[in-house]
């Protein structure tokens, strides 16, 4: 297979210190093909143009300031003005290991895909907050799951912060849909239909570096919830009993509270196995035992949120009958 060019695609809103740290990761990478970086900044008031000018005898990189109109959006414009024929798109709080893009070159020149994603991981240097939450959207226990797979999966819906596509597929989907999130699922599975093959990279990690604090991580996850039954009523074969998991399972919890109270504790005790599974396994893991005790609340956060989230989203288009755009505006970018 002939050589593949590769373009960046960074969408970027009011966060210029994030760029210097992804910018900075991409002068070590090792062994690189051929790429550019395109930049696009979403309507920020505080820019990232003078960082951007730190970098530019080091690094290809074109800059794009544009209105704000979502991340979504910003990504397609970004694609419209990229030189390469592979696109890949990052979110500006991820660090890249220096064998990233040498890792995903080798695979697509082994077995070429037109959508791509990759896990995502937590550098040592992270707070403890962000190692527990990284776990909470990684691991195999909780709804992270795939996230953190360690093979390759086919029809695999890639995230946004971590993604790749062809400019053939970008061209025959469109791009990205004023969702936003539930913007990267709607797109893959988009991309399906039209019979572009979907993989993930096991070995195409990102350091997810999120800016996040407990109330914004539930608001991350309560919105995730909202928007898959959306995307489930857009894409039907996307369906799947696996997306009630967290509603059942904040549920259940709070039936095995009631029934402890009346002196019937054995649902209870399930729940106390699972989160000291999940304890054990976050402390393996991280050999840090904040992160451990942080992980528990960020998995019930996590379950909880989302959960939430899916059962009104669910109530609203199912039993309601409304239009998502009018049921959850917040949702959609015009």
Not at 43 to 62: A, C, P, Y
Not at 85 to 100: A, G, K, M, Q
Not at 259 to 285: E, K, Q, R, W
Request: charged letters at 20%; proline letters at 5%.
């Amino acid at each position: 297979m002939k050589e593949i060019s590769f373009s960046f695609i960074i969408p970027v809103y009011n966060r210029p210190q994030e760029i210097r740290e992804l910018l900075e990761s991409f002068t070590l990478l090792q062994e690189a093909p051929k790429y550019e970086i395109v930049i696009v900044e979403d309507g920020s008031t505080d820019t990232s143009e003078s960082v951007i000018k730190d970098f530019k005898d080091q690094l290809n990189i074109s800059y794009y300031y544009k209105s704000n109109s979502g991340p979504g959006d910003s990504r397609n414009y970004g694609m419209q003005r990229a030189q390469g024929e592979y696109f890949i798109i990052l979110d500006s709080d991820v660090i890249l290991p220096s064998n990233y893009l040498k890792e995903v070159n080798d695979f697509l020149e082994n077995t070429y895909y037109d959508c791509f994603g990759g896990p995502d991981n937590a550098h040592p240097s992270f707070s403890n907050l962000q190692k527990a939450i990284n776990f909470a959207m990684t691991s195999f226990i909780t709804t992270g799951g795939i996230r953190g797979g360690k093979k390759q999966v086919e029809d695999f819906q890639p995230r946004s912060f971590n993604m790749g596509i062809s400019k053939k597929a970008f061209l025959a989907s469109g791009g990205f849909g004023k969702i936003h999130p539930g913007e990267d699922p709607d797109l893959s599975l988009r991309l399906q239909k039209l019979g572009f093959k979907t993989v993930l990279i096991e070995n195409a990690f990102v350091y997810h570096k999120r800016r996040i604090s407990w109330k914004k991580f539930y608001i991350q996850v309560n919105k995730f919830g909202l928007v898959r039954p959306i995307i489930n009523q857009w894409h039907p074969k996307s369906k799947s009993l696996v997306y009630w998991f967290p509603t059942l399972f904040s549920l259940g919890f709070v039936l095995s509270l009631v029934l402890t109270l009346f002196n019937i504790p054995i649902l209870l005790y399930f729940y106390v196995l699972y989160f000291l599974v999940a304890f054990l396994l976050a402390f393996i893991s991280s050999k840090n035992i904040i992160v451990a005790f942080q992980s528990i609340l960020a998995i019930g956060i996590q379950f909880f949120g989302y959960g939430y989230g899916f059962l009104k989203s669910t109530i609203s288009l199912l039993i309601l009958k409304k239009k998502p755009e009018h049921a959850f505006p917040k949702l959609f970018f015009k």
